[in-house]
């Protein structure tokens, strides 16, 4: 086992640079992997400048206390690797060389913390890192390593698709066609769930959206989204929904998923969501919001916040990549090393094309 060093990127106040950190060194139960592809993160993105706000937001949220600001932090949990060593007690299922992923968990005494946002457990902008072998999927019918480490982000959106629960009566609408808004286009595709409304400022991703299978794509600065509800069967107001009961129509149901996470979004889908919606919110805000819920309680809103997603979505996810069922390369739109890592931060900034950049440090 090496108890040298290897290069990383981190976050040292709100900058990152590439640094010499302590080798990856496995304990009971983990393993040591070389990194081959880790995505950048909008969460990641957010950490650079505001990590003190994220983890004010976990102890208010009653996470445990698992990162120092103060400290060196090493980012990235999309990630794909290949196995080096195996640290004690572990049952070596996966030999060496294999190709693997993993939900992004690490386990001490404070219980599960998260890889990549701890600063115990680093996360994939380095060359090596340590995992659970307990959680380990090897990556199947020899899945690129950069369309594998997208199984994490989409299984997001199956997770979210999964809460969201629309039937083969729902119309669906995604807000926002990021790398969320779009895993969770997937996961309604894969579902057979349709018409799927979708809309974005971005001519890119609006076209990355239409590719994925989205049935009308909208740009909210010319057209809402909205105004396509009563086209589908879905009353858009409680007046029209009065009319159709009497006539006797027979009516869908609307679940709508919001994938932006900006002040104002919440308030903006209580004034134009049909009466009865479903409303999953998948983007994080992490400010203030103001909403007024009477809007709510006369439409009868549905509201699921969601997180994350279970192990099983995760494989799941793997395996529809691995399966062919999703075209990984509508998602990724560049490769980096380690050292052009702090500029793809700053591209993803305004993302203008990009989807997903993935940071490869054998580069």
């Known amino acids: 086992m090496s108890t040298g060093t290897m290069k ?11 640094a010499d950190v302590p080798d990856a060194v496995p304990g009971a139960g983990q393993v040591v992997a070389r990194t081959l592809a880790c995505g950048i993160c909008g969460s990641d993105l957010h950490a650079v400048h505001h990590l003190e706000h994220s983890i004010e937001m976990g102890r208010r949220s009653g996470a445990a206390d698992t990162l120092d600001p103060a400290q060196d932090l090493v980012m990235g949990h999309e990630f794909c690797a290949e196995v080096l060593d195996h640290g004690p007690g572990t049952d070596k299922r996966l030999k060496a060389g294999t190709r693997v992923v993993s939900t992004p968990f690490a386990f001490s005494e404070l219980g599960p913390e998260l890889i990549g946002f701890s600063t115990r457990y680093r996360g994939a902008f380095a060359e090596r890192l340590v995992l659970t072998e307990a959680l380990l999927l090897p990556v199947p019918n020899g899945l690129a390593s950069e369309a594998a480490a997208l199984t994490e982000p989409l299984a997001v959106g199956t997770h979210a698709v999964a809460v969201g629960a629309p039937g083969e009566r729902s119309v669906a609408m995604v807000i926002g066609c990021g790398p969320i808004g779009l895993a969770v286009i997937v996961a309604l595709k894969r579902r057979g769930i349709g018409p799927i409304i979708a809309a974005d400022f971005s001519p890119a991703r609006r076209a990355r959206a239409e590719q994925l299978g989205a049935d009308i794509v909208v740009d909210p600065a010319e057209t809402s989204p909205h105004a396509a509800w009563s086209g589908f069967d879905v009353p858009a107001t409680l007046a029209e929904m009065g ?16 994938c932006v996470g900006v002040p104002g979004m919440l308030q903006s889908l209580l004034e134009n969501a049909p009466p009865g919606a479903h409303v999953v919110v998948v983007g994080a805000c992490a400010e203030d919001d103001r909403i007024l819920p009477v809007l709510a309680i006369n439409k009868q809103l549905r509201f699921s916040f969601v997180f994350a997603y279970t192990p099983d979505e995760f494989a799941e996810t793997l395996q529809a990549l691995g399966e062919g069922e999703i075209d990984p390369s509508i998602f990724l739109s560049g490769q980096v090393g380690l050292n052009e890592t702090a500029a793809a931060f700053e591209r993803l900034g305004n993302p203008g094309n990009d989807v997903k950049i993935v940071v490869e440090p054998w580069r």
């Open 8 to 18: 990383a990127v981190v976050r040292r106040g709100p900058r990152l640079l590439v």
């Open 243 to 258: 009319l159709a009961q009497m006539a006797g129509r027979s009516l869908r149901d609307a679940v709508i998923f919001e």
